[in-house]
């Protein structure tokens, strides 16, 4: 077993998160780091590894790895993840007082390395709805990373807190944020996750969601992070990934499955989003 050390990480790092997008996450053996990893399970199926045996995962799943403790994934199929990597500093030196939420020291606080070799992971689900809350969170923290605006590191330090504290609630209350109106969103973004091959229409989404266009941008907006035709854009690039190492289609194949009538149009789209060209994609990651 190996350890991970928090500088191969944060080496010249103005913020205390790192993420790691893992698409696909390939099988990964055994290893413990120095720092906090929230792990979040986006799509696919494994098997998530520990000291103390192995459990299926699948999308929602959300795992809260302290330092010290050892896990891995094995069997993987499809498994998509977000790491969110955390200085142990930011945890114990925050201005808020999070040890006096309940759940904190369950999830967050740390063990000495003698305790976490023997302490399970805490792990829970997050529905279809609070995933995309939480995905909204990580890529507003990543935007303020990117471009580092005036007073970035306030503003990254209270995203964490937010995101933090959603979890908090989530694990005390799995219903958290369950309502008519976040149904309703779900079900509109469900719908673009169902066809997002398809050319879907403006007139389409409001009429599905019986909402007005403005209700649907902010919906998109709020829940994603993103405009609707941008998420469909994403959803597209992403599925183009998994076939490019997955499968043995060739890119107008996949262009054409994944909706485009173009496939050079296609390969303009990838190339813009993974900054590669699908064929220089496949054989990097294959």
């Known amino acids: 077993m190996y350890q991970l050390f928090a500088n191969k990480f944060w080496e010249g790092a103005s913020v205390p998160v790192h993420f790691e997008a893992r698409n696909p996450q390939p099988p990964f053996p055994l290893h413990t780091h120095d720092f906090f990893e929230l792990v979040i399970v986006l799509n696919g199926t494994g098997m998530h590894i520990t000291n103390q045996g192995s459990k299926e995962i699948k999308a929602g799943d959300v795992f809260c790895v302290k330092p010290g403790q050892a896990h891995g994934f094995s069997k993987v199929d499809n498994l998509v993840l977000t790491n969110i990597m955390l200085l142990n500093s930011f945890l114990s030196d925050s201005d808020y007082d999070l040890k006096e939420i309940t759940g904190f020291s369950t999830l967050f606080e740390p063990l000495s390395r003698a305790v976490a070799a023997t302490q399970p992971i805490q792990s829970f689900n997050l529905n279809k709805f609070q995933l995309f809350e939480i995905q909204a969170i990580i890529e507003s923290v990543k935007q303020e990373i990117t471009n580092q605006n005036l007073g970035y590191k306030i503003q990254v330090h209270t995203l964490l807190i937010q995101l933090i504290m959603y979890l908090l609630r989530v694990f005390n209350n799995r219903n958290f944020s369950s309502s008519t109106e976040n149904t309703s969103a779900v079900s509109l973004i ?13 007139p389409e989404l409001t009429d599905m969601s019986n909402m007005s266009e403005s209700s649907v941008l902010r919906t998109f907006k709020r829940i994603t992070g993103y405009a609707p035709f941008v998420y469909q854009n994403r959803l597209r690039m992403f599925d183009a990934s998994n076939q490019l190492t ?3 289609k060739t890119v107008t194949e996949i262009a054409y499955d994944l909706g485009y009538n173009d496939s050079n149009y296609f390969c303009r789209c990838f190339r813009k989003f993974m900054n590669m060209s699908p064929t220089e994609y496949r054989k990097h990651f294959s």
């Open 190 to 202: 469900a719908f673009m996750e169902k066809n997002y091959k398809t050319n879907i229409s403006m």
């Open 246 to 248: 997955q499968t043995n």
